[in-house]
């Protein structure tokens, strides 16, 4: 148990699902991204991890029927323990190849919870939260892939010879003229067709078009998002002509 009680989080938590990788698999991740942005805490230096394996999933990676219940019912569990029997933060889970990890940051000492005896449990020093910040902050090419995922398969079952080029077009929104014309340039060296129009205040759309057949969109859409993003605008999508 806690020697000291800590003070309640000083944030408003803010939950979020959303697609990322952990150790070169995809994952679904869970997370108070309010204690993310925090991270380190001062005096939660130790990583708890409770490992739930659950076996055959979905296709996104979810448990099935029962196991989807009970992971459910842990989570609130373990959530509450954390926060009442060991004065901690619970942070979140991550769930991949048919197992969840429920993850937590704890005082300097063990906590004394009470867990089912077939879930796996240890303790990690971790006083920069570094697994946290690092699995936990949303990736967007992670996000982006995901976008793409349902996209390709309605053009799939309208008959699309993914495999035929075509003409890919991406749309971007900028606030000003500077970076979308650094952002511009910046994609026309990655071989992009790049044309913008100016708004009444002064924003910039950015129309960005490439040759390419669709069983490569992953890395092309993920491309032009980078630079959208380094320079600080908006990525809007992209769009391409079905091809039979």
């Not at 148990?1 to 959303?18: C, G, V, Y």
């Not at 805490?41 to 076996?55: A, K, N, P, S």
């Not at 989570?75 to 323990?81: N, V, W």
Request: with cysteine; aromatic share 8%.
């Amino acid at each position: 148990m806690a020697l000291f009680r800590r003070s309640k989080p000083s944030w408003e938590p803010e939950w979020q699902t959303f697609p990322g990788r952990v150790d070169e698999a995809d994952a679904m991740l869970h997370a108070d991204l309010a204690a993310v942005r925090q991270a380190p805490i001062e005096g939660l230096g130790v990583r708890l991890m409770v490992r739930f394996g659950f076996g055959e999933a979905r296709p996104d990676g979810s448990p099935r029927g029962e196991a989807a219940h009970r992971l459910y019912v842990l989570e609130d569990k373990l959530a509450g323990q954390i926060a009442k029997r060991a004065d901690g933060c619970y942070v979140g889970r991550v769930i991949s190849g048919g197992e969840c990890v429920f993850v937590g940051h704890l005082p300097a000492e063990p906590a004394d919870l009470k867990l089912d005896a077939d879930l796996a449990v240890s303790y990690v020093d971790d006083p920069e939260w570094e697994y946290v910040r690092r699995v936990f902050t949303p990736d967007p090419a992670a996000e982006q892939r995901t976008y793409n995922k349902p996209l390709i398969t309605a053009l799939v079952a309208r008959g699309d010879r993914l495999e035929v080029p075509r003409q890919v077009e991406h749309s971007a929104h900028f606030a000003t003229q500077p970076p979308a014309s650094k952002a511009a340039a910046e994609l026309g060296k990655l071989g992009f067709r790049v044309s913008a129009s100016t708004g009444a205040e002064g924003d910039v759309t950015l129309t960005i078009s490439k040759l390419i057949a669709l069983t490569e969109i992953d890395q092309s859409s993920v491309a032009v998002l980078r630079v959208i993003r380094e320079y600080g605008g908006d990525y809007d999508g992209w769009g391409a002509e079905l091809v039979r």
